[in-house]
């Protein structure tokens, strides 16, 4: 596609059940992030893929959080046993960034997935 | 840690005229790069400008410009002839190793 997709749109759960929140990267962009924003405020990275290097899981804040990219293709980032305070909308990026001889590569954003646990 | 502040959560400016957002950043790496990021309502976030720290330049597109002072570890986005579409949340963001965003700043542009 054109530009950066992600599904669904809009998720409402119930808290304690778990959420799978998809995106589709630029095709060739080697670099994927997912960003958490919660309602008013700005992004808070959780997770980066870089190629086949391990991920820079730095951002994810509890071990409910975890995502996976098969090579440089789609990502899924799962939320287990959802909380209220997970709550927010769930941002991909994409970038052909590689390393940080190219870290001025653009990213681009896909729309989001707004999460609502209940 | 790589840490992006800014210290303006709203501004607002009347159309035609000009309008500086604010943004600071901390780090110990030479080499990173700098971006203005604009999300309006529709959430989409688009890139305003970006600068390479190594380019002494400010960069400029169009009716953007920013001010980066590397010394004190400044980057603010000047918005010249404001329009109506430019209404939105504005991050400053800091790439090297990893990504940063500050908390965004909500121009609200008056007619």
């Known amino acids: 596609g054109a530009g950066v997709s992600q599904s669904p749109s809009n998720k409402v759960t119930e808290k304690g059940k778990d959420v799978e929140l998809r995106c589709d990267p630029i095709s060739g962009h080697t670099a994927l992030y997912w960003y958490r924003q919660r309602l008013g405020q700005g992004l808070e990275f959780l997770i980066y893929f870089q190629g086949n290097s391990a991920p820079d899981k730095s951002g994810l804040p509890s071990d409910r959080f975890s995502a996976e990219r098969t090579g440089e293709s789609v990502s899924t980032l799962t939320i287990q046993r959802t909380q209220q305070e997970d709550s927010a909308v769930y941002l991909c990026?994409?970038?052909?960034?590689?390393?940080?001889?190219?870290?001025?590569?653009?990213?681009?954003f896909g729309p989001g997935t707004r999460l609502l646990v209940l | 840690a790589q840490t992006v502040t800014q210290s303006q959560p709203e501004m607002s400016v009347q159309e035609a005229e000009t309008v500086t957002l604010s943004c600071t950043y901390d780090?110990?790496?030479?080499?990173?790069?700098l971006f203005w990021y604009k999300q309006p309502p529709s959430r989409q976030m688009i890139l305003v400008i970006r600068q390479e720290a190594y380019k002494q330049q400010n960069a400029t597109e169009n009716r953007f410009s920013v001010n980066f002072q590397k010394a004190a570890k400044s980057f603010s986005l000047k918005i010249s002839d404001s329009q109506l579409g430019d209404a939105a949340m504005y991050f400053c963001a800091y790439r090297s190793l990893n990504m940063r965003f500050g908390a965004g700043t909500r121009l609200t542009v008056k007619p």
């Open positions: 780090t110990s790496e030479s080499d990173y790069y």
């Open positions: 990026a994409s970038s052909s960034t590689l390393g940080l001889a190219g870290g001025g590569e653009t990213q681009y």
